[in-house]
């Protein structure tokens, strides 16, 4: 099992800026990609960020690359910084983890989320 918990969410005004903070705990071996997803009211979740565990990153074309994600692995923790916010970027943003499980007579995937964090933009 991974447990995720992030951090850093909060109100900011349009064109401010946030750092959320994701860390991974528990079985954490074999991860084969984190990243970040986001969750407006009355919206699907929607994919913002995602980085492999060697760095290589993607993110959603919308966001106009004021998002950056990167990952510090001898802490396990990923990292989303968010400039010149904009009133649309406000939602809930979770933590994802896919890890590959491996049987007997092969393997899977499993996903694991974090409780999200609230990020509000607004004057």
């Known amino acids: 099992q991974v447990q995720l918990v992030e951090s850093g969410g909060g109100l900011v005004q349009p064109g401010g800026s946030l750092r959320l903070s994701c860390v991974a705990s528990g079985i954490t071996s074999d991860i084969t990609g984190m990243g970040w997803y986001r969750e407006a009211p009355g919206k699907d979740r929607e994919l913002v960020a995602g980085i492999s565990p060697a760095g290589t990153t993607r993110y959603r074309d919308v966001l106009g690359g004021r998002f950056t994600i990167s990952r510090d692995n001898a802490k396990k923790t990923i990292y989303l910084q968010m400039e010149r916010l904009v009133p649309e970027d406000t939602a809930v943003y979770f933590c994802?983890?896919?890890?590959?499980?491996?049987?007997?007579?092969?393997?899977?995937?499993?996903?694991?989320w974090g409780q999200g964090t609230q990020v509000s933009v607004s004057s």
């Open positions: 994802n983890a896919v890890q590959r499980i491996y049987t007997g007579s092969g393997s899977y995937t499993r996903d694991f």
